[in-house]
């Protein structure tokens, strides 16, 4: 067993979000009113568990109309307030205008203290990786919902504008949560994950997918199979299908019938545009070279012996990047 401190075995998650991040910033609110540019931990039971998620609201927030969400899922292992700081979407929120939310995953074992390693945060991601030898699933699809309805009786949300981010391990929950909560969300965008569904999702309510991977992303290969890794276990072990697949089965569930190239990338980016889809739906993937298991134009936090490749692009920015494309995207009914 390897013996080593806290945020250095946490290294060893396999879709660590970020390390040893302070909440200590963070105000807890527990009755309806929640103050604009402040980052709040919302508490609310679900499926007889006490879970939480973390809230932004926009310096010029106001009820008197609808605003956008922005729903960012943190990657095994990570936290939401990791996820924050790791991605910038409160900086986002706070310029674009949107209510910026961070839900928490459950830790393995949900009885004991969640530890950033050893009892690791984890989303049921429809893989069934970290969770084959419990009991029971915890029901993410569900607490998310009853986070955008904990969101609903909140604030005055815009229920056609309502999207769905995450990397790694929470890119992965993204597409899961695309397929299951797909009469409420209106565009995904996952980072660095896979869809497990082994069949093209059923879309009988459309959702337009943005997908970002790095070509060096030892943990999420881009041919698939096994994520590299300085240790076995039997979880990490299940091989991941190769990207284009992932991306392939939303274009066929979005019945996409034509495909062009974006020229305006920059060189190190490869970005495929699949249009015409269902319901003026696109689903878009773009391949950043060189570039290992980090959120891109993000912190990363990272080793590159762990993640692969951590370096930064100054023309293309994540977070930049998706926002853009969620703006462009509406629920239709």
């Known amino acids: 067993m390897l013996k080593t401190p806290r945020c250095f075995a946490l290294l060893f998650s396999v879709f660590v979000g970020v390390l040893c991040l302070s909440s200590a910033d963070l105000v807890r609110a527990d009755d309806r009113k929640i103050a604009v540019s402040e980052t709040v931990r919302v508490s609310l039971a679900h499926d007889g568990i006490n879970r939480s998620y973390l809230a932004y609201l926009p310096s010029r927030y106001d ?57 690791p945060q984890l989303w049921n991601d429809g893989s069934g990786r970290f969770h084959r030898h419990s009991d029971s699933l915890p029901d993410d699809v569900g607490f998310l919902n009853t986070v955008l309805d904990d969101l609903a009786a909140r604030f005055t949300v815009d229920d056609a504008r309502i999207f769905v981010s995450g990397f790694s391990n929470g890119a992965s929950m993204a597409f899961h949560a695309g397929v299951e909560l797909q009469n409420r969300i209106a565009a995904i965008a996952p980072v660095s994950g896979a869809y497990w569904g082994e069949s093209p999702p059923d879309m009988r309510f459309p959702v337009s997918v943005y ?13 698939g199979g096994v994520p590299v890794l300085p240790f076995k276990s039997a979880a990490e072990q299940i091989p991941k299908p190769p990207v284009q697949v992932s991306v392939d089965k939303w274009v066929t569930a979005l019945g996409c019938a034509d495909t062009a190239s974006d020229a305006e990338s920059p060189v190190e980016v490869k970005t495929i545009l699949y249009q015409n889809c269902k319901g003026g739906t696109q689903v878009i993937f773009t391949s950043v070279a060189g570039l290992g298991h980090h959120w891109p134009g993000g912190r990363n936090f990272l080793p590159e012996k762990i993640a692969g490749p951590g370096r930064t692009y100054r023309d293309f920015d994540a977070t930049d990047e998706i926002w853009t494309f969620f703006s462009k995207n509406m629920r239709t009914p």
Not at 78 to 85: K, M, P, V
Not at 211 to 223: H, R, S, V
């Open 211 to 223: 997908y970002i991977t790095g070509t060096a992303d030892p943990l999420n290969p881009l041919q």
């Open 63 to 119: 009820d008197s109309r609808a605003w956008p969400v922005v729903m960012m899922l943190h990657g095994g292992g990570g936290t939401g307030r990791a996820a924050a700081r790791e991605t910038g979407w409160i900086g986002k929120a706070e310029q674009k205008g949107f209510i910026a939310v961070f839900p928490e995953a459950l830790p393995r074992n949900p009885n004991r203290r969640s530890r950033l390693a050893g009892n």
